[in-house]
């Protein structure tokens, strides 16, 4: 379904969301002349191949990626832009960096973290350019535990720059890149290894707002194997991290407690009337990781899941904390933002813990006098990140179901209408998730009208008037 250009007033989002504009003069300035603070205490990675994976266009290249095999395991370099060196301490640039907290992405553009002249630039891992870099040295084993783990300041020079549909193809084809030839089978291994510390994977449709020749297109935004298979290598360094910080006792993770019981509870009900099989002695994780996410009842379920990831937050490290309060339930195990410092403010800071204590130095007092506004800031910056990315696709959903009210579409029940509320489902085509009301079963398809698209309140509804669809199918 096609939108007109003009038909998506991203403009009203970022001045009813109060989204930062230009930057200041003197932020710019900061930018422009930033120098490596660390330049003459680099290894010389130079000779390593390392090369990038990101979406199509990115310029702001966080992560290079070199993987060897080591006997029956790895070892993975992992590069990071080393945003910590270039950014000075009480500089206009490190003030407006945490009153940002993150890039904010909307589909007609991004409101930066920094300048570009820095993310996209001088920082960034380009290819064929040698950068700054924190690089992470991580050796798994064959079951994708990890052996060793080693960090330090280091130039670097990327050899390539890939995107993830590129690899997915070489890699059906046998013609990955030698640098990440062993990313499969590792990224595979990561995965299982974290299904089996209870680490919880909710696969639902991604919705994404893209433009076209013709205007706006709402579409489910691709994932290929090789998304998981990154997403893995940087996960295995944030967990490096997160072990550096907590045995150091110094340093910020990032947390979420596992669901309460009562959750469990009503998942293992919510499970039972869609047919899905959960053994007791099996977590949640296990049990999704089973679940055919494309049918009925496993989009369903997965939908429900969500329940079971609720809290998460920023935990600063220190005395007289419980080591089981610090666990993040949907990685299963503690976890630290580390990969993304050109994108994420506080990555920069954990990356500087992390280089202290592997070196056995003091952390940098302007570590950790930031830590608790860093929590503020994350904190923050999620929120209104989460709900401009929320609000862009509703603002679109109501739009491309505007010219079809009245008119039947086939849709997934994942929430039945209950207590006089709205249940939800989600429409294929175009793609929408939307409250559903009328008598519908948890986990059908059934036949439904667009009976709501309120463009004003980025709200669509549908009305079910089959509801004899497919029964729950097993996941």
Same mark, same amino acid.
């Given at each position: 379904m096609i939108l007109h250009a003009d038909a998506i007033d991203f403009d009203g989002l970022r001045a009813e969301f109060d989204l930062p504009g230009a930057f200041p003069p003197e932020v710019e300035r900061d930018a422009a002349e930033a120098t490596d603070r660390h330049a003459g205490e680099r290894a010389d990675l130079t000779e390593i191949p390392f090369v990038t994976i990101d979406p199509p266009g990115a310029r702001d290249l966080d992560q290079a990626v070199h993987i060897e095999a080591v006997g029956d395991g790895h070892r993975v370099r992992y590069a990071i832009a080393d945003v910590g060196a270039v950014v000075k301490p009480g500089s206009a640039l490190e003030a407006e960096s945490l009153r940002r907290g993150q890039t904010v992405y909307l589909p007609d553009g991004a409101i930066p973290l920094h300048p570009p002249v820095l993310s996209e630039g001088s920082a960034s891992l380009l290819p064929d350019e040698v950068r700054p870099a924190v690089v992470w040295t991580v050796e798994v084993d064959s079951e994708g535990e990890t052996v060793s783990v080693a960090v330090e300041r280091a130039t670097i020079r990327s050899t390539a720059r890939l995107d993830y549909a590129g690899v997915q %193809?070489?890699? @059906? *084809?046998?013609r990955l890149h030698p640098s990440i030839a062993g990313l499969p089978l590792l990224g595979e291994r990561l995965r299982l290894r974290g299904v089996r510390a209870g680490a919880i994977s909710l696969r639902l449709p991604a919705q994404e707002v893209v433009r076209s020749e013709w205007g706006w297109t709402l579409a489910i935004e691709p994932h290929v194997a090789a998304d998981e298979w990154n997403a893995q290598i940087s996960l295995l360094v944030g967990r490096a991290a997160a072990g550096l910080m907590v045995e150091g006792g110094i340093g910020l993770v990032r947390t979420l407690p596992d669901a309460p019981a009562e959750v469990i509870d009503e998942l293992r009900h919510s499970a039972t009337a869609l047919g899905l099989a959960w053994s007791a002695s099996e977590g949640l994780g296990a049990m999704l990781d089973r679940? @055919?996410?494309?049918?009925?009842?496993?989009?369903?379920m997965m939908r429900e899941a969500t329940k079971g990831l609720r809290g998460a937050g920023y935990t600063v490290l220190g005395p007289g904390l419980d080591a089981a309060t610090l666990g993040h339930a949907g990685i299963g195990g503690v976890?630290?933002?580390v990969t993304a410092p050109l994108r994420r403010v506080v990555d920069r800071y954990t990356a500087e813990a992390c280089l202290a204590l592997y070196a056995g /130095?003091? &952390?940098?007092?302007? #570590?950790?006098?930031?830590?608790? $506004?860093? *929590?503020a800031a994350m904190r923050e910056s999620d929120r209104v990140a989460g709900r401009v990315d929320r609000a862009c696709v509703d603002l679109a959903e109501a739009l491309v179901l505007e010219?079809?009210?009245? *008119?039947? /579409?086939p849709v997934v029940v994942l929430r039945a209408p209950a207590g006089g509320g709205p249940g939800e489902a989600w429409c294929a085509d175009p793609p929408v998730f939307g409250d559903?009301?009328?008598? %519908?079963? #948890?986990? *059908?398809r059934v036949t439904a009208t667009v009976a709501e698209a309120d463009v004003a309140e980025r709200r669509v509804r549908f009305a &079910? #008037? @089959?509801?004899? !669809? $497919?029964?729950? #199918? /097993? !996941?």
């Open positions: %193809a070489d890699a @059906d *084809t046998g679940v @055919d996410p494309n049918s009925p009842a496993g989009m369903a976890y630290t933002h /130095r003091p &952390v940098p007092d302007w #570590v950790t006098t930031r830590h608790d $506004e860093l *929590t010219g079809l009210i009245g *008119t039947e /579409r559903c009301s009328g008598p %519908a079963g #948890v986990g *059908t &079910v #008037v @089959d509801p004899g !669809g $497919e029964p729950p #199918v /097993r !996941g």
